[in-house]
């Protein structure tokens, strides 16, 4: 994971899905797809120079009403955005970090570790084919190797049935993943507009994969905004649409001025 400066940034026409401005509002954001733009690989992202700094003044924009919302772990969130302190809800919403930095999340048991190291070995074994270890969720990315996907589908498939009723399979971006059961990101959502900084606004949720749903939904049922980012056609909770992450870190810059 590298920074590099933003070079593409996003037309104001492509903007139309997104407030003019963010008062009276709680965000809540997507990494992957949404803040960042995808990568080949999970370590292969980059984070825009100058968007650790726009999502602080952000933060602050919003008297502390942000969050970010991501299948990526809390520890790994940590390392792409060092030093900000938001609420961060990772793992697709099974495991949380609090205004005041405490973190919740699940336990592993023996037969989830067995299952890891079982894709691990595996995957090493499949070209192109990554592992990711996210600590309480792992995952198979077949992005760099479209033609193991179903040997990837009918493995993942196996190790779910293996670790009981903790944890399910859930289908990405060229990816599937066995995540802990329970909470989603709409919960997340909810559970966060419970906090001082968040409670009285209104959710804006901005996201781009399946996962993000359960999180317009949560936004459209308190009389919130939802926004997916990207131009296919797949069907979508969301209220509105831009085109691309530029997009959103454009919008960013301008909002928290
Ligand atoms: O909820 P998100 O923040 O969108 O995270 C979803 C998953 O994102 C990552 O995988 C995706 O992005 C990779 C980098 O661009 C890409 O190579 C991969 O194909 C995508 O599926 C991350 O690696 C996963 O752990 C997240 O669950």
């Known amino acids: 994971m590298d920074q590099k400066s933003d070079q593409t940034t996003g037309s104001l026409q492509a903007l139309d899905g997104l407030p003019g401005d963010v008062n009276g509002l709680a965000v809540f954001?997507?990494?992957?797809?949404?803040?960042?733009?995808?990568?080949?690989?999970?370590?292969?992202?980059?984070?825009p120079l100058g968007?650790?700094?726009?999502?602080?003044?952000?933060?602050?924009?919003?008297?502390?009403?942000?969050?970010l919302v991501t299948g990526r772990s809390v520890a790994t969130v940590d390392r792409l955005f060092p030093g900000?302190?938001?609420?961060?809800?990772?793992?697709?919403?099974?495991?949380?970090?609090?205004?005041?930095?405490?973190?919740?999340?699940?336990?592993?048991?023996?037969?989830?570790?067995?299952?890891k190291h079982r894709l691990r070995e595996q995957a090493a074994r499949w070209p192109g084919v990554i592992f990711e270890d996210k600590g309480a969720?792992?995952?198979?990315?077949y992005r760099l190797?479209?033609?193991?996907?179903?040997?990837?589908r009918h493995l993942m498939?196996?190790?779910?049935?293996?670790?009981?009723?903790?944890?399910k399979l859930q289908e990405g971006k060229?990816?599937?993943?066995l995540r802990p059961r329970g909470r989603d990101k709409?919960?997340?959502?909810?559970?966060?507009?419970?906090?001082?900084?968040?409670?009285g606004r209104l959710p804006l949720a901005i996201g781009d994969d399946v996962t993000d749903e359960a999180m317009f939904a949560a936004a459209n049922r308190l009389g919130g905004l939802s926004v997916r980012v990207g131009t296919d056609r797949r069907d979508t909770l969301a209220q509105g649409r831009v085109a691309t992450p530029a997009d959103v870190r454009a919008w960013i810059e301008r909002v928290a001025r």
């Open 29 to 47: 954001l997507d990494i992957d797809g949404t803040l960042l733009d995808i990568a080949d690989t999970p370590d292969g992202i980059s984070v």
């Open 51 to 67: 968007l650790p700094a726009a999502l602080a003044r952000l933060a602050a924009r919003l008297g502390g009403a942000l969050a």
């Open 84 to 115: 900000l302190s938001v609420v961060i809800n990772g793992l697709h919403g099974a495991e949380w970090r609090d205004g005041a930095g405490r973190v919740f999340g699940t336990g592993l048991t023996d037969e989830f570790s067995a299952a």
């Open 137 to 141: 969720a792992f995952a198979a990315h």
């Open 145 to 152: 190797a479209p033609a193991s996907e179903g040997q990837v």
């Open 157 to 167: 498939r196996a190790l779910s049935e293996s670790v009981g009723d903790g944890w």
């Open 174 to 177: 060229a990816v599937v993943e």
């Open 186 to 199: 709409g919960d997340a959502l909810m559970q966060t507009m419970g906090h001082e900084a968040f409670a």
